[in-house]
């Protein structure tokens, strides 16, 4: 009797314990998930102060229907894709009395079926899009000198290879590199001419003041997944069956949104 009450109180202790650790284990897994990017000191804002009205990049994860929440846990490849989930969406098999024997395989093309991101990783000096200078050699004072843009300029990423449905992959990585980074990514920025920003250099007399401005950008790598995606019908029963899979490692440049990173050298010679 004395080994039972020992077990039973051990058996006590461990599911007491238990929901804590679940609860534990929960937020280190959020707290994974929603680590970000952070931005350094020297890299600023500038979406109100942009005369150029970049369009906001909304590229919320596309719910899947009822049924192709269903149709999709069928397949023993993980399906990711926008694109493939939204066709799957207007999608509809209804059931009927006939359809018992009804037997059909569709193929529905080959696919980029989802994107495991790997490294995500910044470049606060993506490209050089602007420079502000003033010469303070005559002068006997601290000269305050701050950021103008001189023209526009259009800032692009892009994928690193060539892949097939490169459009697919992109909206994947992009979709990918805003979850974690928690930063307004597009594959394409402008940064309007005129654009100021209120933060000050002081340029030290018998100097030269240089205000270098660069677009950042982050640097996404990962692996893309492609199969031939069949639609499987025996009778009410629907699945998805995936062949011919492939992986292929790919990475993309895509630049953060309406941000500068500045850079002030001042010197004796230019």
């Known amino acids: 009797m004395k080994w039972q009450r020992i077990l039973l109180v051990f058996l006590l202790i461990l599911l007491s314990a238990s929901p804590s650790a679940m609860a534990n284990n929960k937020v280190d897994q959020s707290v994974k998930k929603m680590e970000q990017v952070k931005i350094p000191s020297h890299v ?7 005369t150029y009205p970049n369009p906001t990049q909304d590229l919320p994860y596309l ?14 490849v993980k399906i990711e894709n926008p694109n493939l ?3 799957l969406n207007e999608t509809s098999v209804n059931n009927s009395p006939f359809s018992l024997g009804l037997r ?33 050699r005559g002068g006997k004072t601290n000269y305050k000198i701050h950021y103008v843009q001189e023209s526009q300029k259009a800032v692009r990423g892009g994928l690193t290879a060539k892949v097939a449905k490169s459009e697919d992959v992109r909206k994947m990585m992009l979709l990918k590199a ?13 940064i309007g001419a005129g654009t100021k920003k209120d933060h000050y250099y002081n340029v030290p007399a018998k100097r030269l003041g240089y205000l270098y401005g660069y677009a950042p950008a982050i640097n996404e790598k990962g692996k893309v997944t492609y199969g031939e995606v069949y639609l499987v019908l025996k009778g009410t029963k629907k699945k998805i069956i995936v062949k011919n899979v492939t992986s292929q490692g790919i990475g993309a440049w895509i630049p953060v949104q309406d941000h500068i990173s500045f850079g002030f050298r001042a010197t004796e010679h230019p």
Not at 44 to 50: M, S, T, V, W
Not at 104 to 129: C, F, H, M, R, V
Not at 178 to 190: A, C, G, V, Y
Request: aromatic share 12%; proline share 6%; net charge negative.
């Open 44 to 50: 600023l804002d500038i979406a109100k102060e942009n």
């Open 63 to 76: 719910q899947p229907s009822e049924f192709t929440q269903k149709i999709i846990k069928t397949s023993k």
């Open 85 to 87: 989930i939204r066709m």
């Open 104 to 136: 059909a395989t569709i193929y529905l093309g080959e696919w980029p079926l989802n994107y495991d991101s790997i490294e995500t990783a910044p470049n606060w000096q993506y490209q050089k899009i602007n420079t502000n200078y003033f010469d303070n």
């Open 178 to 190: 805003m979850e974690k980074t928690q930063l307004p990514l597009s594959f394409d920025t402008i």
